[in-house]
Nanobody, 123 residues
Framework: VQLQASGGGLVQAGGYLRLSCQASGLTFDSYVMGWFRRAPGKEREFVAA????????VYADSGKGRFTISRDNAKNAVYLQMNSLKPEDTAVYYC?????????????????WGQGTLVTVSS
């Protein structure tokens, strides 16, 4: 299984980025997909998750109203649209997949992790 995240970069506060994650080696439409992040010196934290049909999404409070998770099962891809970015959003963002989780915010319920993509938001 491979989860290839991309789309990170340097952006000014108030700007936007769209992260993508291309999955391979799994039956994509059977997996809950999630995004987590790890900021410098901090613990990994949940960002967002989307159920296998895309009919339910969950967000951390930090991203509500600014971030949107979506998926395209035909392309085996999941996306994270991030608007109104803040310096505190600076982190490495990880794409992750789970076959069974219903506790979307818990990292240890996910089966596969990508390598991460760095997002840097300047003030």
């Amino acid at each position: 299984v491979q989860l290839q995240a991309s789309g990170g970069g340097l952006v000014q506060a108030g700007g936007y980025l769209r992260l993508s994650c291309q999955a391979s080696g799994l039956t994509f439409d059977s997996y809950v997909m999630g995004w987590f992040r790890r900021a410098p010196g901090k613990e990994r934290e949940f960002v967002a998750a989307i159920t296998w049909r895309g009919d339910n999404t969950v967000y951390a409070d930090s991203g509500k109203g600014r971030f949107t998770i979506s998926r395209d099962n035909a392309k085996n891809a999941v996306y994270l649209q991030m608007n109104s970015l803040k310096p505190e959003d600076t982190a490495v963002y990880y794409c992750t997949a789970s076959r069974r989780t219903t506790t979307y915010r818990r990292a240890n319920t996910y089966d596969y992790w990508g390598q991460g993509t760095l997002v840097t938001v300047s003030s």
